[in-house]
């Protein structure tokens, strides 16, 4: 099994990878980072497009309608398919506004980002007579305040000096009180929907999905250390915790369940709509919070799905108490994975899965919401494309680890599309059939805040350069603060990889080719210094490859995995291989 140990040799190589190759490979080339430049001119002009559109014909509403060039106060109505119990009296809260901050910052504009700072402050309300889905509320509103504090609080001196007194942590606090009610169930689960003004309402539903009550603790997890108020993080862990509870003795999950009886509605599940960003919780907060505990939870949930939901570089459905296969379909929710698998340091895996997310981007122009793998269709009633980030987030991941300039080509391509397919003059649309490329009226917050700033990232990562992030499934950013954990693992200081900076370093061969080991040029090579050897290479401690436990293996040096102990006493390839 993969133990902790194993895991600060992931993140430590995640992090010596991304390092290696910023030294050796597209950077240095005059042609890729010219192209990288004009990629990045590119996206901030389509930043402006959606954003300045916003700006002039929705704000203060919550989104665009850029086909008709008017708004939407779609935060009532997020997750809310049938479109119930909807407010009368409820016009907007600035929601494309509140997910542009961290963009803003992100892209160097510190006088937006400041106007719509003072802006919030002044004129945002929560005591409002709408009933708002609890997760959406949460990464897009509790989280785009949180990340906005954050960096208008931290060493770069983003605001007019005397500017800011705490305003976007004042109606992060508030908007979190709000929340509380939610959680005041039998089990602790929360309820998905809550009245911003009168809490829970009578005859509410009880059903949930599991990230609803799954991913909660980094936005409330992060009140709760800003404010020094427990509740927050209290209310989110003792939720995940009895989630976690529920798991199958596969330590599998399904998709809806009930708060009240704590009973499972929906068995089956994967890794798309319903459950993905329960996953991505599971190890962020491992980062954010520093808490073994999330790690532990994250292992054998990864290592379950790897397991039951895997079909190659593919991602089935399963029932949760059988691990049998239900659904063969690949949803657009989906491409995040690879991006996790980054994170986590299994980049082979994404690598190949990434690869198969962009052929379809490559098919259709986009990537349509629900294909059906068994029957290489399209789900009749789900062809749309929402301007989604999910394949941008991945992209951007995967070239941070490889730094290899096809990721780079992917972005291109997928700028390209977007501009194709769904500009119009009035910002992006969504597009409703991908095979027609028909479009729908509407421009979704995330586009503001995920698809553009990861494209804007993959091209340029200059944000990342003095400090450590975890972006939110919102893509809003949490700085990696050792305040906030118990204990920082030795693993993770990078002042601790002295070995890095000795060598070399060159890249090698196109991740087109699968080979996404980055390279190191050693001195004592055969040639001279020119023998090429991967930088994850990290021998077993016995040359005969004998071992007792897993930390007696090393790090394979084609795959970058770690390798493990098998029963026999042999250092063999990893679990996930
Ligand atoms: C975003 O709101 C978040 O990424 C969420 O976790 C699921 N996906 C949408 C955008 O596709």
């Known amino acids: 099994m993969l133990s902790r140990k194993s895991v600060k040799w992931v993140l430590l190589l995640l992090v010596i990878s991304m390092s290696v190759f910023e030294l050796s490979s597209s950077k240095a080339d005059p042609r890729w ?4 430049r004009r990629m990045r001119e590119k996206v901030r002009k389509m930043f402006y497009h959606a954003y300045d ?14 086909i008709t060039k008017t708004f939407t106060d ?7 398919l049938k479109l119930e119990h909807l407010p009368h009296d409820y016009n907007g809260s600035a929601l494309s506004l509140i997910e542009s901050l961290s963009s803003l910052v992100i892209m160097g504009n510190n006088t937006e980002f400041e106007r719509a700072v003072l802006w919030l402050s002044d004129n945002l309300k929560f005591n409002v007579d709408a009933r708002i889905n609890l997760f959406e509320c949460n990464i897009r509103v509790l989280g785009g305040l949180v990340s906005a504090h954050m960096l208008a609080t931290d060493s770069t001196s983003r605001l007019v000096k005397g500017a800011y007194k705490n305003q976007m942590l004042s109606l992060a606090e508030d908007l979190g009180r709000r929340f509380l009610p939610a959680f005041n169930t039998p089990t602790g689960l929360p309820y998905a929907w809550i009245n911003l003004k009168y809490g829970v309402m009578e005859n509410e539903t009880t059903e949930t999905s599991t990230s609803g009550c799954g991913s909660l603790i980094l936005e409330m997890g992060a009140l ?3 404010t020094g ?7 989110a862990l003792r939720a995940l ?6 798991r199958s003795s596969l330590n599998l999950f399904g998709t809806t369940l009930d708060v009240v009886t704590g009973e499972w509605i929906e068995y089956s599940s994967g890794i798309g709509a ?3 960003s329960f996953y991505e919780y599971l190890f962020k907060a491992h980062i954010v919070f520093g808490k073994e505990e999330f790690w532990k939870m994250f292992h054998l949930a990864y290592v379950a799905v790897q397991k039951y939901f895997r079909h190659g570089p593919w991602y089935h459905e399963a029932d949760m108490r059988t691990g049998k296969a239900t659904y063969w379909q690949l949803t657009s929710l989906q491409a995040f994975w690879p991006g996790l698998q980054v994170l986590v340091g299994d980049i082979a895996a994404a690598n190949s899965s990434h690869r198969k997310f962009f052929h379809v981007w490559e098919k259709f122009g986009v990537i349509p919401e629900r294909y059906l793998l068994d029957h290489q269709m399209l789900h009749p009633t789900e062809k749309y494309y929402p301007l989604r980030p999910e ?3 991945s992209t951007f991941y995967l070239y941070q680890a490889t730094k290899d300039p096809w990721y780079i080509e992917v972005g291109e391509t997928i700028v390209n599309s977007l501009n194709a397919h769904t500009k119009v003059e009035g910002g992006f649309a969504s597009v409703r059939d991908v095979t027609t490329m028909q479009l729908e009226d509407h421009q979704h917050s995330f586009f503001l805040a995920e698809t553009c700033k990861y494209l804007f990232l993959l091209f340029d990562d200059s944000f990342l350069a003095e400090q450590n992030y975890i972006f939110t499934t919102e893509g809003h950013p949490l700085p990696v603060l050792s305040a906030w954990h118990d204990r920082l693992p030795e693993a993770y200081i990078p002042t601790n990889w002295s070995f890095v900076k000795k060598e070399r370093l060159v890249r090698q061969a196109s991740s087109m080719s699968l080979q996404v080991c980055p390279a190191t040029t050693l001195n004592t090579g055969e040639h001279g210094g020119q023998w090429v050897e991967s930088a994850c290479h990290v021998p077993d401690a016995r040359s005969d490859h004998r071992c007792i436990a897993d930390e007696d293996c090393g790090i394979d040096s084609t795959t970058c995995r770690r390798r493990s102990c098998s029963i026999a006493g042999y250092c063999g390839p990893w679990l996930f291989l």
Not at 74 to 80: A, F
Not at 229 to 235: F, I, K, L, Q, T
Not at 241 to 246: A, H, N, P, V, Y
């Open 74 to 80: 779609s935060l009532s109505e997020l997750g809310n």
């Open 241 to 246: 915790r009895k989630l976690w509870s529920m």
């Open 274 to 276: 319903g459950v993905d």
């Open 53 to 66: 559109n916003y700006m002039v014909h929705a704000f203060p509403h919550d989104e665009l309608k850029p």
């Open 33 to 36: 980072a010219a192209k990288k």
């Open 229 to 235: 108020d427990p509740r927050y993080e209290s209310a």
């Open 224 to 226: 709760s250390r800003l």
């Open 391 to 393: 394949l941008a987030e």
